[in-house]
T-cell receptor, first 117, second 113 residues
């Protein structure tokens, strides 16, 4: 399967614990995005990478959040000292940098659902 | 600041009906617009991408139109089926960029047999 994969699919943790999620993009996609989605809302952008460089971070990405993309392949999103407000679906997407403007189509993974007790 | 609005928030139709979902955005300086489908508890499936230079894009029973100058897009679904039941989301990049997407809250569609 050549789609975007995310692990784990579900994570239940206690408040104050650290969690890490992994995203494997479509192979040869050089752009990778993280979004967060809460119930009844559309996804909200967190951060994005082009190859291994983190190019943009949303104000939603507090200092408890960190993302990496070593070697420009898979990416990890870590949340330290989790809070109940971090409970959400964390979505990863990837795209390839197009030669033509406007063809940057993003493909999403199945998401990781985080529940903080 | 780019904002995306989708109307209606929910829609229930009988099977076989044709329907239109609406999306509006505030900054028309977009490179493209994407429509997605999301089933409950799942990730997003890309349905259609329309480049800013295009007026419409078709895939099977789906047709998406884009009026960039008025900041509007519509997703037309022909001959709806119960399997079309899902939440439909539209998304655009911030004006003048090709990076992240800004999403509406979606339209929850229910097609009754």
């Amino acid at each position: 399967d050549t789609g975007v994969s995310q692990n784990p699919r579900h994570k239940i943790t206690k408040r104050g614990q650290n969690v890490t999620f992994r995203c494997d993009p479509i192979s040869e996609h050089n752009r990778l995005y993280w979004y967060r989605q809460t119930l009844g809302q559309g996804p909200e952008f967190l951060t994005y990478f082009q190859n291994e460089a983190q190019l943009e971070k949303s104000r939603l990405l507090s200092d408890r959040f960190s993302a990496e993309r070593p070697k420009g392949s898979f990416s990890t999103l870590e949340i330290q000292r989790t809070e109940q407000g971090d409970s959400a679906m964390y979505l990863c997407a990837s795209s390839s940098r197009p030669r033509t403007s406007g063809l940057d189509e993003q493909f999403f993974g199945p998401g990781t659902r985080l529940t903080v007790l | 600041k780019q904002e995306v609005t989708q109307i209606p928030a929910a829609l229930s139709v009988p099977e076989g009906e044709n329907l239109v979902l609406n999306c509006s955005f505030t900054d028309s300086a977009i490179y493209n617009l994407q429509w997605f489908r999301q089933d409950p508890g799942k990730g997003l499936t890309s349905l259609l991408l329309i480049q800013s230079s295009q007026r419409e894009q078709t895939s099977g029973r789906l047709n998406a139109s884009l009026d960039k100058s008025s900041g509007r897009s519509t997703l037309y679904i022909a001959a709806s089926q119960p399997g079309d039941s899902a939440t439909y989301l539209c998304a655009v990049p911030p004006g003048g960029s090709q990076g992240n997407l800004i999403f509406g809250k979606g339209t929850k569609l229910s097609v009754k047999p």
